[in-house]
């Protein structure tokens, strides 16, 4: 059974940094794309980044371009999402989510396995 465990939510100000990390277990971590989505108050859970199984590609969804990056280290089955220039707009709770597959996908549908979530609040 895949368990993905999330950390590195918090309080920061607009224009400051968090690195969000999701350490899974129950599956060989690098056979899997790896994704990170977003749910703000009032609204629909919203892609946010993917990374292929063995790291070689990366997509964004276009609000986070130049400032998030995910990155994964399958020898720690972890995967991360470094959040630079935050914004009030990025709050929300971060979940990570483990793919069927190892390619780039994006939809929530083309991930079976989730975590619990966390918070990342952005003041202004």
């Given at each position: 059974q895949v368990q993905l465990v999330e950390s590195g939510g918090g309080l920061v100000q607009a224009g400051g940094s968090l690195r969000l990390s999701c350490a899974a277990?129950?599956?060989?971590?690098?056979?899997?794309a790896m994704g990170?989505?977003?749910?703000?108050?009032g609204k629909d859970r919203e892609f946010v980044a993917t990374i292929t199984g063995n790291g070689?590609?990366?997509?964004?969804?276009?609000?986070?371009?130049?400032?998030f990056t995910?990155?994964?280290?399958?020898?720690?089955?972890?995967?991360?999402?470094?959040?630079?220039?935050l914004k009030p707009e990025d709050t929300a709770v971060y979940y990570c989510?483990?793919?069927?597959?190892?390619?780039?996908?994006?939809?929530?549908?083309?991930f079976p396995s989730w975590g619990?979530?966390?918070?990342?609040?952005?003041?202004s």
């Open positions: 277990s129950g599956r060989t971590f690098s056979r899997y990170w989505f977003r749910q703000a108050p070689g590609a990366t997509y964004y969804t276009d609000a986070v371009k130049g400032r995910i990155s994964r280290d399958n020898a720690k089955n972890t995967v991360y999402l470094q959040m630079n220039s989510a483990q793919a069927y597959g190892s390619g780039l996908l994006s939809r929530s549908d083309d619990q979530g966390t918070q990342v609040t952005v003041s």
